[in-house]
């Protein structure tokens, strides 16, 4: 039987070839339930950018058990589209943060 991190990594591996021979603009989002520091975070991302790193601001978390430390919950896209803000708002009715990523087309 696999480990579950055997398994989540085939799972990264897998969304990093579909990104790689996507011939449009490329926007991942969800619920990953990794850290930044990550196998499946540096997998997925190597071709994209971190709309949290890019437009967002502040110290951004998206569980909020644990004393609100980590950020699970991504948006990342293709260098092709270009963020504006990256934010995730508090929420009561979850264990996560929504994230919102705005953006556009760059030309």
Known sequence: ???NYRKRAEQADTIHAEIKCSPYPVLVCGDFNDTPASYT???VRKDLVDGFHDCGSGY???FRQLYKLWRIDY???SESLK????YSPETSYSDHNMVVWKGIANR
């Open 83 to 86: 963020g504006c803000e990256c």
């Open 41 to 43: 975070y540096h997998r």
């Open 1 to 3: 039987m696999k480990s």
């Open 60 to 62: 951004q978390y998206t």
């Open 75 to 77: 948006v990342f896209y």
